[in-house]
C-alpha cells in the first residue's frame, strides 16, 4: 500500500504562477523526499526535509513539513513551462532504514 | 561519471519466457534498490540490498529474484514473466547503508511488455 498520497492528482497553471502541491502520509517518519520525473525519464531529487525539520528551500522550491498532521507541501514559485512534469512525495518511516515509500504522484503541468 | 545505468532499455516478453535486467552504478553506493511503476501510479519496492552481500524483499517481490552481483551491479530476474508484469522498471542506488538521510539516484528506466 502507498503511505504518500499526493493532491491534486493532476494540476494545470500558467507560466509565472505558483504551484502548490500536498503529500499526506500514515505512519511516522525519518524523513520525507520530493522526487520529478519528467515523461519517460527516470526520477531526480528535489529536496529532502527530516522530521525535526518544518520548512526547507532550494532554489524556488519551498517544502513544508507537519509532523502533527502527517502532511507535507511542496511549493514551486514563478513557475515554468520546464517545471512541467509528475511529482511524487517519498517518506522514510523510522523502521525502514533507507528505503522509500513512494504516493501516487502529481502531474503538474505548467503553460507557456 | 554515468550514474545508474539500466540496460536493456525496452523489452518485449512472451508470458512464460525468462529475462534479467541489468543495473549498475559507478557512484560506490552500498545500497540498490528494485522498483516497478504501472500507469498513473508511484513507484513501489520490488526487492533492495542495503549492502554488498544482502537482499531483502520489498512491497511486490512474488514472481521476481535478484542478485547482487558485487558492490556495482543489481540484477533483477523473471523466471516466468506473466502479464501483470508489464511495467516500467527503475533501478536506484544511495549512498548509505541503512542510514536516514540519503538521496536516491535513479536510472533511466526499462519498459517491459509481457504478452
Known amino acids: 500500500s502507498q503511505q504518500g498520497e499526493e493532491d491534486p492528482q493532476a494540476l494545470s497553471i500558467q507560466e509565472g504562477e505558483n504551484a502548490t502541491m500536498n503529500c499526506s502520509y500514515k505512519t511516522s517518519i525519518n524523513n520525507l523526499q520530493w522526487y520529478r520525473q519528467n515523461s519517460g525519464r527516470g526520477l531526480v531529487h528535489l529536496i529532502l526535509i527530516r522530521s525535526n525539520e518544518r520548512e526547507k528551500h532550494s532554489g524556488r522550491l519551498r517544502v513544508t513539513l507537519d509532523t502533527s498532521k502527517k502532511s507535507s507541501s511542496l511549493l514551486i514559485t514563478a513557475s515554468r513551462a520546464a517545471d512541467t512534469a509528475s511529482y511524487f512525495c517519498?517518506?522514510?518511516?523510522?523502521?525502514?532504514?533507507?528505503?522509500?515509500?513512494f504516493g501516487e504522484g502529481t502531474q503538474l503541468t505548467v503553460n507557456p | 561519471n554515468a550514474g545508474v545505468t539500466q540496460t536493456p532499455k525496452f523489452q518485449v516478453l512472451k508470458t512464460g519466457q525468462s529475462m534479467t535486467l541489468q543495473c549498475a552504478q559507478d557512484?560506490?553506493?552500498?545500497?540498490m534498490y528494485w522498483y516497478r511503476q504501472d500507469p498513473g501510479m508511484g513507484l513501489r519496492l520490488i526487492y533492495y540490498s542495503a549492502s554488498e552481500g544482502t537482499t531483502d524483499k520489498g512491497e511486490v517481490p512474488n514472481g521476481y529474484n535478484v542478485s547482487r552481483l558485487n558492490k556495482r551491479e543489481f540484477s533483477l530476474r523473471l523466471e516466468s514473466a506473466a502479464p501483470s508484469q508489464t511495467s516500467v522498471y527503475f533501478c536506484?542506488?544511495?549512498?548509505?547503508?541503512?542510514?536516514?538521510?540519503?538521496?536516491?539516484?535513479f536510472g533511466p528506466g526499462t519498459r517491459l511488455t509481457v504478452l
Open positions: 536506484a542506488s544511495t549512498r548509505g547503508s541503512g542510514g536516514f538521510y540519503n538521496e536516491q539516484f
Open positions: 557512484m560506490n553506493h552500498n545500497s
Open positions: 517519498a517518506t522514510v518511516r523510522e523502521t525502514s532504514g533507507s528505503r522509500l515509500t
